[in-house]
């Protein structure tokens, strides 16, 4: 080589630095600066990715099994629901008050619970209801409260308000987290026509509620039936004709039936204390109470001035059922299984259905045990619905990459990047609390399109460099450092398409988080994927291959079919750059349609 032709290589740290500080190097007697520029160490960062990971096999093979281990582990860990966990700041405030009618329930009760509630901080909106008796609020506060922090606010409005409610007001209001996420799993119904509606409450309470409650997953048991009552209907001419008014009756009843102390025996050595059973059990003992003397001192029975009978609470409920198969019966008690935040849905309601036989043995004969409603049934059928439009697109995207790759070899790099780059979905969803539901299932089914994007770039710039004559291995290293910061910046812009449903506020953004974080995850994953194994994939798996080497018959297949589409597009290209001034009405037209159709 010629002195004039030398090129200086001398290191970096011994080179002038220029006006701005930069390094260089002489090349034909000039001075070449080099950019320090962050985005010029971002590139110089990305080219050298991929090296460590071809030149160390094993490394790489490493990694990828325990990716493999580990996804498929937390995949199985994953909850599987229909919709994402939303926490919805939602209280509902209920109150009673027997023989009020619905304006006084309004004025007494939903008026002074509503000026106290009013001054919670966070409350957006608050809506109320009075009817024969009873009154309900419900407030909905912002979404940044918590569903806690706004109980504890709301107890502590209702203890301020008690002040000014009515003194014989029987219970003091009471308050539940409204939340649908909460809704129950599983309605099971208990039907008997030979058992009343209070003896299939006794069996619901003692038996059944307490069974399911243990399982794990389960938060409460809700029992929709009457409980079983005694009810005295007085005769007013009967407590007339004897004196007794409706407070001495009242007092009566309860004298009798109160637990109290009775005393005790006391002997020379031993003492009895007296624990009298003073509650009776049925129609039959109140009938035989003593509610009064006579004016001979004879005893007035309560069955002489009141019809007792047994029956339940509330006589005017009426509760019917109807399933197909069964016939309807005498009555009925339905009962909701509701599962505890960030159960497993399926598994609890699987757990529950489990437990049915067991409990129809013990249960009478003449109780029949349905469950009406599973809830893991709709779940379970409409996460396969997805996870099938999930394999669909799966074998639709691997069809279309043989038919322009042309080589089974060239597919099956891109292809085992696909449900690598979704393991590792799968491990991000675990650690972050997430589960399998359809828009997290969606979110994938959508990204399964573009997550072999980038390793489709990688592979064919590999291809690109061996057919022009180089090796695959110095192919494979060349393209690393020239396409490896291509693929970084597609999968970062790429994301940065979704990273807005991150942040997207209200109850819809709050929906839309869990799958928007999914999909840049998947995009993420991705990238990494094709930064590392792909790479070493291409350098082990790819034949060599020059200018003359033979096609397969895809290949063929592909180029006859592609070559008359490449001509149209070439002379369709050469014609707008030479009527470049098109470009403006285009450009225009374009914008004048999309405010169209926006607005």
């Known amino acids: 080589m010629a002195d004039s ?9 011994g080179a002038e630095p220029d006006g701005n500080g930069a390094g260089g190097h002489l090349v034909h007697g000039v001075r070449v600066t ?9 590139v110089q960062f990305s080219s050298g990715l991929s090296k460590p990971f071809i030149q160390r096999p094993v490394m790489t093979m490493l990694l990828t099994t325990s990716i493999i281990v580990f996804g498929i582990i937390t995949f199985k860990q994953l909850a599987v629901n229909d919709l994402p966990a939303v926490d919805y700041p939602v209280i509902s405030v209920s109150a009673s008050y027997p023989g009020a009618n619905p304006e006084t329930m309004a004025n007494t009760i939903a008026t002074p619970l509503e000026k106290q509630f009013t001054q919670i901080p966070g409350l957006t909106l608050s809506t109320s209801s009075s009817t024969q008796g009873s009154t309900n609020i419900t407030l909905q506060f912002d979404l940044s409260k918590s569903i806690d922090s706004a109980a504890i606010d709301v107890q502590a409005a209702i203890q301020r308000a008690s002040g000014q409610l009515p003194n014989d007001l029987p219970s003091p209001p009471r308050f539940e987290k409204s939340n649908p996420n909460d809704q129950p799993v599983m309605y099971i119904a208990l039907t008997s026509d ?11 309470t003692s038996q059944v509620q307490q069974r399911i409650n243990i399982l794990p997953g389960v938060s409460q048991v809700q029992i929709f039936g009457v409980k079983s009552a005694i009810r005295v209907k007085v005769d007013p001419g009967a407590l007339a004709s004897r004196n007794i008014t409706f407070d ?62 047994d029956t339940v609470q509330d006589e005017r409920l009426s509760r019917h059922f109807f399933a197909r198969g069964f016939n309807p019966p005498a009555s009925v008690i339905v009962m909701a299984v509701s599962r505890q935040a960030g159960a497993n849905a399926v598994e609890v309601a699987e757990s529950i259905t489990a437990l049915l036989p067991q409990l129809r043995l013990e249960l009478p004969g003449s109780i029949n045990l349905i469950p009406t409603f599973d809830r893991a049934q709709s779940i379970v059928h409409s996460v396969e619905d997805v996870q099938v439009t999930l394999m669909i697109a799966f074998v639709l995207v691997i069809i279309v990459i043989f ?36 828009l997290t299932l969606m979110a994938l089914t959508l990204a399964i399109g573009f997550l072999v994007d980038d390793a489709i770039v990688f592979l064919e710039n590999v291809v690109r460099r061996a057919e022009s004559g180089e090796s695959i291995y110095k192919a494979t290293l060349n393209s690393a450092g020239e396409i490896s910061f291509t693929i970084l910046s597609m999968t970062l812009s790429l994301a940065a398409v979704f990273i807005p449903l991150v942040f ?13 974080v ?42 006859s079919f592609f070559d008359p589409v490449l001509n149209f597009y070439s002379r369709s290209l050469d014609w707008f750059l030479r009527h470049g001034w098109l470009a403006v009405p285009i450009v225009a037209l374009c914008a004048v349609g999309l405010w169209y159709f926006f607005t």
């Open 504 to 516: 997207m506020p209200g109850l819809l953004g709050r929906i839309f988080r869990e799958f928007a």
């Open 5 to 13: 032709e030398k090129i200086d290589r001398r290191p970096r740290d």
């Open 194 to 204: 030979t058992l009343t509606d209070g003896d299939l409450y006794k069996y619901a």
């Open 248 to 309: 001495e009756l009242s007092n009566a009843i309860r004298a009798g039936t109160s637990y109290s102390g009775a005393g005790q025996f006391d002997g020379k050595s031993q003492s009895f204390v007296l624990r009298p059973n003073g509650q009776i059990e049925d129609a039959e003992g109140y009938r035989n109470l003593i509610i009064a003397r006579g004016r001979d001192n004879s005893p007035v029975y309560l069955r002489d001035v009141a019809n007792v009978i």
């Open 403 to 438: 038919i322009f790759l042309g080589r089974a070899t060239d597919t099956l790099i891109p292809v085992v990047a696909l449900p690598l780059s979704l393991l590792v979905t799968f491990l991000a969803m675990w650690a972050l609390g997430y589960s399998i539901n359809n």
């Open 34 to 42: 080099e950019s320090r520029t962050p985005a010029a160490k971002l």
């Open 518 to 559: 999914t999909i840049i995850v998947a995009i993420f994953a991705s990238g990494l994927i094709s930064l590392t194994l792909t790479p070493l994939m291409c350098a082990r798996l790819l034949k060599e291959r020059g200018p003359s080497h033979q096609k397969t018959w895809m290949e063929k297949f592909t180029q």
